[in-house]
């Protein structure tokens, strides 16, 4: 039998029975067999066929009842059913909505062209959009991506902007991150704090924008015209050159900058150099860099190429850039790397300017030899007579000559001319009119006339030379046998001369109007004399003038310079005149000084070779020794040393033949007296064992600081010098002969 044979022959039994009992126990069997039913998967529509075939007569109402008690059961579980399953429909629609939610938000946060982020408390990134990925160079796979965050470029400014962030709950900025490749990339950040109803921690939600381009853009035209206002002032290549590894060392990693120039012949091209120094000879570059260098030659001007030593590699060492078809530039990174294309650009408007700054450069400085060529013609002779310094400051650059001038000219054996002008103006337009005034006066120089009518000669040659009014000359003329100087002075600064032991000295004797100025009397003539170690100082008020301070305290500092100098060379004496005087922003205006360092009056006597005339030779010595001030006990060491030179020349000079003659000079130098014995003859060669004799070398090394003996075949010549702390003065004075 079956389950529902089972089932239904059991219902008519109980059914049977409740229709003969009709009590409350036999109905409650019906729900029992409803619930079987239930769990048989009996149906309803069999249970009430079945009913019906077995239930006839007045029965009916009865036997209904017991019916409905078996449905019963049947009926809550059905009722049960549908309900579930319209709640199961009603789930399935929520979670298939939430489900196409999901993919729209999902698309819509990927269609963000800005990168979108969402962040928890702590700071760790949990979702991320396409764009974001893009940005950064980190996808989806590695979320979370905690604190600090792989892409961040600088710790220190991330956490105070984090700090921020959670301090005020939202944020916006510019910072730079590091792509996952390793390059820089600059962002634009938005992040605000979102606070969900069932969350106990607030969730940010923020987003990135790359910015690189656009603030390449802006950087590139900062730099251009930086660099555009420092290479417009720029007076040379090494110049331009620093200008451009002070832009380029920060923007574009540069560590060094060399332009090379090609020559019109077949000469080396030279090569500049900024980064280090000296800049290296062509052939000692790199031979990768030489060959870049020379192919640049063959390419469009402002052509720019990344060059790199390792060919398996795209990274690179450099750039080079045509400027023209004889200058090209070499930018080397300080460590190899990959060039973007916002390097690219920013070298190649750089490139632009300074194209244009090297062929102005270039212009510029062949009209400048040029010019200074001409203005050279117009100072006067490097070469100067002993004991004189000069130096000539311009206020104007990049002229080398203005409105002031100087001129040392010897106009015979024993005379020595000196003048010192300052013309009204400054730059080319003085320099023009001093130019004429010099060559005026240098001419009349050399007739020798005296320096008062120097002046009125050169009074009239002024009033025919436009702007040479009002010029003012300082004249002067120099006899160093006599140990004075003449001198007159057309409304100029005063010269000053100081002495060993004694006061500055102002020469205003003599002084008169500037040059073209009306006067009713003749121009006035003065003198004064030097002595040994003098110093004597001509200038122009560029020295000295200050503005809101009078000019004789200008002139008393020159006076302190020199009573503080009177000890070092008169080189260096011009050196430390315009360092100490110099303002703190430098002269602004002509400076010309020259100096004279006085020797005193030299010895020189010639005499027979003999050794009767030794006695009279070391006479004459000692006397020129007192009258300079050396000391007793250095005067007899000197004596005695001179002495051993000239008895060889006396003895040894001429033997054999007929004496000639021997030359006794004595100097002080530099703070040395300097003697030189000098014959034509030769000295015998000492034997290997002299004996008592032939010691005279020997003693002459003893007693003086230096001994130079010259022996040739056209006579012995030797020069001792000997320590003497009465001043240092230069030598050369003309000699006094005995």
């Known amino acids: 039998m079956t389950i529902a044979a089972d089932f239904h022959a059991q219902y008519v039994a109980a059914l049977r029975a409740y229709l003969a009992a009709q009590g409350e126990d036999t109905l409650s069997v019906g729900h029992e067999l409803g619930r079987r039913a239930l769990q048989e998967q009996i149906s309803m529509l069999d249970i009430v066929e ?21 449905l019963a059961a049947l009926d809550v579980a059905t009722r049960g059913f549908i309900d579930g399953t319209r709640r199961y429909e009603q789930q399935r629609a929520r979670a298939d909505d939430l489900a196409v939610r999901d993919e729209f938000r999902t698309a819509l946060v990927n269609s963000l062209q800005e990168g979108f982020f969402v962040a928890d408390r702590n700071g760790a990134v949990i979702e991320i959009n396409d764009a974001f990925a893009d940005i950064t160079g980190y996808g989806p796979e590695g979320l ?10 600088d710790d220190d400014g991330s956490n105070a902007r984090l700090g921020r962030l959670l301090a005020q709950g939202t944020l916006e900025g510019e910072a730079a991150i590091r792509h996952r490749d390793g390059r820089v990339v ?157 390097d690219r650009q920013l070298v190649i408007a750089l490139v632009g300017h300074l194209s244009l700054a090297m062929q102005h450069l270039r212009q510029f400085e062949l009209a400048r030899d040029t010019s200074l060529t001409l203005q050279r013609s117009m100072l006067a002779p490097t070469e100067l007579p002993a004991g004189f310094a000069v130096r000539y400051e311009p206020a104007v650059s990049p002229l080398e000559i203005g409105g002031d001038w100087y001129d040392v000219l010897p106009t015979d054996d024993d005379h020595i001319g000196i003048i010192v002008g300052d013309c009204v103006g400054r730059g080319l337009s003085a320099a023009a009119v001093m130019g004429q005034l010099r060559s005026s006066a240098r001419a009349l120089l050399l007739t020798g006339v005296s320096p008062a009518r120097l002046l009125e000669h050169l009074d009239s040659v002024a009033a025919f030379i436009p702007d040479a009014f009002c010029t003012t000359v300082f004249v002067a003329i120099l006899d160093p046998r006599a140990e004075s100087l003449s001198y007159s002075s057309a409304g100029h600064v005063p010269a000053v ?65 020199m009573a503080h100098t009177m000890n070092v060379p008169v080189d260096a004496v011009a050196d430390a005149m315009l360092e100490k005087l110099a303002p703190a922003r430098g002269y602004d205006d002509d400076v010309a000084i020259v100096l004279y360092r006085h020797p005193g009056a030299a010895l020189a006597i010639e005499n027979e070779a003999i050794p009767v005339r030794l006695t009279d030779l070391r006479h004459h010595l000692a006397e020129w020794l007192h009258s300079v001030g050396v000391p007793e006990s250095l005067t007899a060491d000197i004596v005695l040393v001179v002495n051993e030179a000239l008895s060889n020349s006396a003895e040894h000079a001429y033997r054999g033949r007929t004496p000639g003659t021997m030359r006794l000079e004595a100097a002080l130098v530099d ?54 702390g009465k001043g240092n003065v230069v030598p050369g004075a003309d000699a006094r002969v005995v």
């Open 186 to 342: 600059w962002v634009g950040t938005s992040v605000n704090a979102v606070t969900s109803p069932n969350a106990d921690e607030d969730t940010y939600v923020g987003t990135i924008r790359d910015i690189t381009a656009a603030r390449a853009a802006a950087e590139r035209e900062r730099a251009v015209a930086r660099l555009a206002t420092a290479v417009s002032v720029a007076k040379d290549v090494d110049e331009v050159l620093t200008a451009t590894l002070d832009e380029c060392r920060t923007t574009l990693d540069v560590g060094r900058v060399a332009a090379v120039v090609w020559p019109t012949d077949e000469d080396d091209p030279t090569v500049h150099l900024a980064g280090t120094s000296p800049a290296p000879p062509w052939h000692d570059l790199e031979p990768p860099l030489r060959r870049s260098l020379e192919d640049a030659r063959a390419w469009l001007p402002l052509t720019v190429e990344p060059v790199g030593w390792a060919t398996e590699t795209d990274t690179a060492n450099g750039i080079v850039a045509t400027l023209s078809r004889d200058v090209t530039m070499w930018l080397e990174f300080g460590e190899p790397r990959r060039v973007g294309i916002e």
């Open 497 to 561: 001369i100081t002495a060993p032991d004694s006061q500055p000295r102002f020469l205003t004797d003599a002084r008169s109007v500037p040059l073209a100025v009306h006067r009713d009397e003749p121009r006035p003539q003065s003198a004064a004399a030097l002595t040994c170690g003098s110093t004597l100082l001509l200038y122009t008020d560029g020295l000295v003038e200050r503005r809101g301070e009078a000019i004789d305290e200008g002139i008393a500092r020159v006076a302190e310079v």
């Open 671 to 724: 703070g040395h007296i300097e003697i030189t014995v000098a014959d034509s003859g030769s000295w015998k060669t000492p034997p290997a064992d002299p004996g008592t004799r032939g010691r005279g070398i020997l003693l002459m090394r003893a007693l003086s600081e230096q001994v130079d003996v010259d022996g040739t075949a056209d006579g012995t010549t030797v020069v001792l010098r000997f320590a003497f």
């Open 144 to 153: 979370p991506y905690a604190w600090p965050h792989p892409w961040i470029a």
């Open 50 to 70: 079945n009913h019906h075939r077995v239930v006839d007569g007045p029965d009916t109402g009865v036997a209904l009842q017991f019916l409905l008690q078996t």
